[in-house]
């Protein structure tokens, strides 16, 4: 790059510290998870017992999922995470087929979830039947002022999101105590444990694959590594503190609607927070429930976006993105052309659809997929690294944990495979059969060459931006 607007470079801060990054964890994952799956999962394998297994199950297996992130984290600390972890570990192929396919196909159609059911849940309390176009629109507005937010306000940002943070567990709380008093009020005879379960293995499947939607968000995080301060003690206990405080309150979350609603109720529910409230009390709690629920799906679409344009702004940084989606602006520090970029993409996966379920089951096949690919990455890290001494000096964990962690996705992959829909299957081969051309034509053997630098030194001058520190060339 040349020009005056280019000379300067910018180094990434540390921003965040252990109370900062332990919301954004719980922010992320508590969002439109548990309130969009609970009644499915209860659907999917007919009893309570069952129900309460599948989220303990999947709150157990988080925690192992993370402490198996940590110890790749902690051997590369770099802003990037997953895509980092793969790249370093497995290729530049993996790696690029998986930025690719997480910055133009999974973070958008994550964001969309997220801006769609904060439409629709603002739209029920005025309206029982929300239109299409109008929560698709009001989506695409909280897209706009969400980028405004993550690229000129982060410190603003982080402190409204540790706040909803501290609203959406006192949210699920305030439906825990409220069980717990109508409990204690009414009379209540829960059926057997396992009553009605369903013993299709394919029904519990769609389970898991809900409930690995509810804690979504989590594998995020080492996107920021280089903006958390002191990472390789950090970002652990973190992850941990924030991953166990969600399965506990997932859990009683889930028990306090079952102990509350009938079975009957449950399945004809389309959202469990309103049903739970007019069995409360007569519909005089739904507003304020609904509100609250607002606030917990604000926090995950803010939590989510931050790492989204991290996520495009380490891929530029690495070369496999064009160079102007890694400029920081010279003042607040903050990657604004990625954020943007993904604020583009992500308008259209909320125009493509207002289907949430659609996008929520194509989400979480290729989310494990990839998933996938990073636990192959930690192996191939604790082979490479068997008879490192400076191993012992930084965070790792026994070779059980991954084992059992890919297991249990692998369980979960193979059978959605094998049961899924046509389109949870077409859309990521097709996607990635196209990436595949991409990689082979402009990286593997440089067929195609285009030169972007008129256009980056133009981004520099008009919107005050630089190259980061170890992004400048010569």
């Not at 790249?87 to 196909?105: N, Q, S």
């Not at 989310?367 to 965070?395: M, Q």
Request: one cysteine or more.
């Amino acid at each position: 790059m040349t020009g005056a607007a280019t000379e300067r470079s910018s180094e990434i801060e540390g921003k965040f510290g252990f109370i900062g990054i332990t919301s954004y964890i719980i922010g992320l994952i508590i969002g439109s998870g548990i309130f969009i799956t609970s009644n499915f999962i209860f659907r999917s394998v007919g009893s309570w017992g069952a129900t309460l297994l599948v989220w303990s199950v999947c709150g157990g297996m988080t925690v192992l999922g993370a402490l198996s992130w940590a110890e790749l984290s902690a051997a590369h600390p770099r802003q990037g995470g997953t895509y980092i972890f793969i790249y370093r570990e497995l290729g530049h192929y993996p790696a690029f087929l998986y930025i690719f396919t997480r910055v133009l196909l999974l973070n958008p159609v994550s964001q969309a979830i997220n801006g769609l059911a904060i439409s629709q849940q603002i739209q029920i309390i005025f309206t029982p039947c929300p239109d299409r176009l109008g929560t698709q629109l009001m989506a695409c507005s909280f897209l706009l002022l969400m980028t405004w937010m993550q690229s000129s306000q982060t410190n603003i940002t982080t402190s409204i999101n540790t706040f909803i943070t501290g609203v959406k567990v006192l949210t699920l709380v305030g439906i825990i105590v409220s069980a717990v008093v109508y409990v204690s009020i009414n009379s209540v005879q829960l059926p057997a444990f396992f009553e009605e379960t369903n013993p299709d293995p394919y029904t519990w499947i769609r389970a898991f694959n809900g409930c690995y939607w509810s804690f979504a968000g989590w594998q995020a995080i080492p996107a920021v590594m280089e903006e958390i301060k002191d990472p390789m003690k950090t970002f652990p206990r973190a992850v941990l503190t924030g991953v166990t405080i969600v399965t506990v309150v997932y859990v009683l979350t889930n028990l306090a609607f079952m102990s509350v609603l009938s079975y009957d109720e449950i399945r004809s529910s389309t959202f469990m927070v309103s049903s739970y409230a007019a069995a409360l009390s007569g519909y005089s709690l739904d507003v304020p429930f609904t509100i609250l629920v607002v606030f917990s799906l604000i926090g995950s679409f803010l939590g989510f976006g931050l790492i989204s344009g991290r996520y495009m702004f380490s891929a530029s940084r690495e070369g496999d993105l064009p160079r102007f989606l890694s400029l920081l602006h010279w003042k607040k520090n903050t990657p604004v052309t990625a954020q943007t970029f993904h604020m583009l993409l992500s308008f259209v996966s909320v125009l493509s659809t207002d289907k949430i379920q659609i996008l929520l089951n194509l989400f979480v096949f290729i989310s494990i997929g990839f998933d996938l690919f990073v636990l192959a990455s930690l192996f191939r890290l604790k082979y490479r690294t068997r008879k490192d001494e400076n191993r012992k000096n930084r965070f790792h964990v026994n070779i059980i944990i991954p084992t059992v962690y890919t297991s249990f996705l692998l369980g979960i992959f193979i059978t959605s495979c094998l049961n899924g829909e046509l389109l949870q299957l077409i859309v990521p081969s097709i996607f990635l059969v196209c990436v595949s051309i991409v990689y082979l034509v402009t990286v593997k053997f440089k067929l195609i060459r285009i030169s972007l630098a008129s256009l980056e030194n133009f981004i520099c001058k008009a919107f005050l931006l630089v190259p980061v520190a170890d992004d400048q060339s010569s």
